[in-house]
């Protein structure tokens, strides 16, 4: 069973800040970052247990892929993945930055 996978609007506002801050050193690079970012969760249609659990929360249906040094956090509902942030490895991840319960 494919799954819908849908980015949260903050998933979408931290995209756009991570390629804002690379392109500053270099456009290219942003770009791949990006692609690879995208790339990542375009898999999780077909495979969305793929990653692992979120340490923070050690809960099944929160999980992170990681492109490059940036954690991919979605959620696993029911027949929906949502990409709920992507955040850079080093960063602390708090329940209020991921608008769940």
């Known amino acids: 069973m494919a799954y819908r996978v849908v980015w ?3 998933a979408l506002e931290d995209v756009d800040a991570i390629a ?3 392109f500053r050193d270099s456009a290219s690079f942003a770009a791949t970052v990006v692609q690879k970012i995208l790339d990542s969760s ?3 249609s077909n495979f969305p247990g793929s990653g692992s659990i979120v340490p923070e929360f050690n809960e099944d249906t929160i999980r ?3 492109a490059y040094t940036y954690r991919i956090i979605y959620l696993i509902q029911e027949d ?3 990409i709920a942030a992507v955040i850079h490895g080093k960063r602390l991840l708090a329940q209020k930055n ?3 319960e």
Do not use: M, R
Request: charged content about 20%.
């Open 80 to 82: 929906t993945v949502t």
């Open 98 to 100: 991921l608008n769940i």
């Open 64 to 66: 992170e892929l990681f």
């Open 20 to 22: 804002a801050y690379i």
């Open 42 to 44: 375009d898999k999780l």
């Open 8 to 10: 949260s609007p903050k």
